[in-house]
């Protein structure tokens, strides 16, 4: 099962909120309550709702009561603005609505166009969708064949947050790498961090990790610095939210200080990064929108069924992070594993120069 | 209130395992309960822990029924090994009962000796428990001075763990550094390491600092890089476990992750050290025992009501790391702010010369 996908004309997706405990899959008919979802973290992984919002803008145009082309294309460009702003930092959802609205955008023949009837265009918002859903599938395994020539049969890897077939439509980005050199015979061993504080690792990342059969331990995020300096890991694979077009690495929280051990350590350090996720308008991770949620994702915490902090305590919770270039080894895309110099470099991965 | 006190010829101390929840006293009367509650972490802390141990020595004196010296002295023998074997990584704990034991060696003439009775020395390890005790507070309060110059009106400082009255006898280390220039009037912001995985910062500092009225956010300790890297931090305090004749500081999980962040970002950092907890007899903090705990500690969390981990994961729990000296801006003693080469400077606060 996929983790994003469009059956009896409604968008169903594992809710990833209540997963280990609980496993379920829940529909959604409306454009505005797949924001909501995508807000509230049902759905998560930048793939994911890039994938979620695409479906979303399907559901927006077979709401529209609209006969006329015209007024699809305005209910439309409603509903993009609505998907792309349910999350500030993953590009994929700004990037899958504007795929979407472009090729529509040229299929009417341009703003205000007649040339094609209202229902040809629901229909093609519907099948761009599911291509973009159906290329994320590909486009994972694509990464994962060239992400895995960088493992090494008896590797111990750190994984932060979940990047896998839960942060994707299927497979996964870092941990399809990881899967995939599993598939190959590799032995390996994943330190997965915890990721506080949605702890995304612990529920997620433990969970497909169990049902692939990949050996792993968590760790609490802090402790990775200790296995990184005693020697006992070699690569360190993670995701990417946005990729600015030096190869600054937006990505869930932590990613940056797990990084800056990588690299006090000599250890490699890779983002795994769809070229949907690369953001070449942007010249450095500082002009990244980083997103700040609700602070009891912090303070809600229980431990042994008692609340840990005090019942007034403020908190602060910034949901991503920005790793310099400086402290990335090589980011592995679709188009192959792209190295220093990134300005240069990813530039053509993206434009496939 | 002090945390460790010696009442009613009973050691009693704040059980800190369920603040901020429930505040409560627990009294023992016998060696091996105290050694106990060391390593389940009712009271933790390096200087709360040496103190901890000095009383539960005392205990052990008044539990030989032997009326001989050299009885005595092989039952407190037996006792220091047990209350020594609790928790290896901080150095206090052996620095205690070794200090008790030492004098009272030099008081009884030397092993086997009889010079002097039984109950002179039972007396004169509580009394040099007590004089343990009382010398922390003094102590804290010097190092607290010193280190207070350091933090400038206006300063947001992050803090790591919990290094305040619970870890000691009274008043703190890094966290007595804060409270006094906060007691000063300089106004200052704690940006609070909740602390992963026992989160004596959500727990206890967070508590502590709700108690002293100084404003506090707790955040991820993942998320420190974040801040430091905002330029929104100016310095960075935390405790020590061990401080290795080198200068590098064996402290709670995370401290080497927080001290590459700070390094990263030219964020002075800042360890508070008591020279109870220098031990020059390691020349480097990689000969430095480690504790590995309970992987419930990591696997227990629960968020919302659900437990995090699926239910067959594995985790790894360690306890603490060790900070490089390279890392370190200068460590607050009771003698002053020690600063490099710390391979000279250390010896030197140590030992007074």
Same mark, same amino acid.
């Given at each position: ?102 090729k529509v955008s040229s299929l009417s023949g341009g703003s205000g166009a007649t040339e094609v009837e209202a229902d040809v265009i629901r229909n093609f918002v519907l099948e761009e969708a599911q291509r973009i859903a159906d290329e994320d599938v590909e486009i994972n395994k694509r990464m994962a064949e060239h ?31 990881? *899967?995939? @050199?599993?598939?190959?015979? =590799? ?5 997965? !961090?915890? &990721?506080?504080? #949605? $702890? ?106 008692? *609340?840990? @902090?005090?019942?007034?305590? =403020? ?5 991503? !992070?920005? &790793?310099?270039? #400086? $402290? ?13 110099p990134f300005e240069v470099n990813l530039k053509k991965a993206v434009l496939g120069e």
């Amino acid at each position: 099962m996929r983790t994003v996908f469009w059956e009896d004309n409604q968008l169903k997706m594992i809710d990833q909120r209540i997963l280990p405990g609980r496993f379920e899959v829940l529909s959604y008919k409306d454009h505005r309550s797949v924001a909501q979802a995508i807000t509230d973290m049902v759905v998560r992984g930048a793939p994911a709702i890039g994938a979620a919002a695409g479906f979303g803008l399907a559901l927006a145009g077979f709401e529209s009561a609209s006969s006329s082309t015209e007024g699809l294309l305005a209910d439309l460009q409603t509903a993009s603005a609505t998907l792309k702003a349910s999350r500030p930092t993953a590009v994929n959802l700004a990037w899958a609505v504007d795929r979407i609205m472009g090729k529509v955008s040229s299929l009417s023949g341009g703003s205000g166009a007649t040339e094609v009837e209202a229902d040809v265009i629901r229909n093609f918002v519907l099948e761009e969708a599911q291509r973009i859903a159906d290329e994320d599938v590909e486009i994972n395994k694509r990464m994962a064949e060239h992400g895995a020539k960088l493992i090494d049969d008896g590797d111990t890897l750190i994984h932060h947050c979940n990047t896998g077939a839960l942060a994707t439509v299927d497979w996964g980005t870092a941990l399809g790498v990881i *899967r995939t @050199a599993h598939e190959q015979g =590799k032995k390996i061993h994943v330190l997965v !961090d915890e &990721t506080r504080p #949605r $702890l995304q690792g612990a529920r997620l990342t433990a969970w497909e990790l169990e049902q692939y059969g990949i050996s792993y331990e968590i760790i609490s995020d802090n402790t990775a610095g200790y296995f990184l300096k005693a020697g006992k890991v070699q690569k360190c694979f993670v995701g990417s939210d946005r990729t600015a077009a030096n190869g600054d690495v937006a990505n869930k929280i932590g990613t940056y200080m797990l990084a800056l051990a990588a690299h006090d350590n000599g250890v490699p350090f890779y983002p795994v990064v769809p070229t949907s996720t690369i953001d070449l308008s942007l010249a450095h991770g500082d002009l990244i929108p980083i997103e700040e949620r609700n602070p009891q994702e912090v303070l809600g915490l229980e431990f042994m069924g008692e *609340r840990v @902090a005090p019942q007034n305590a =403020k908190a602060r919770n910034i949901a991503f !992070d920005v &790793t310099p270039n #400086r $402290l990335v080894t090589g980011i592995v895309t679709e188009n192959g594993v792209v190295y220093p110099p990134f300005e240069v470099n990813l530039k053509k991965a993206v434009l496939g120069e």
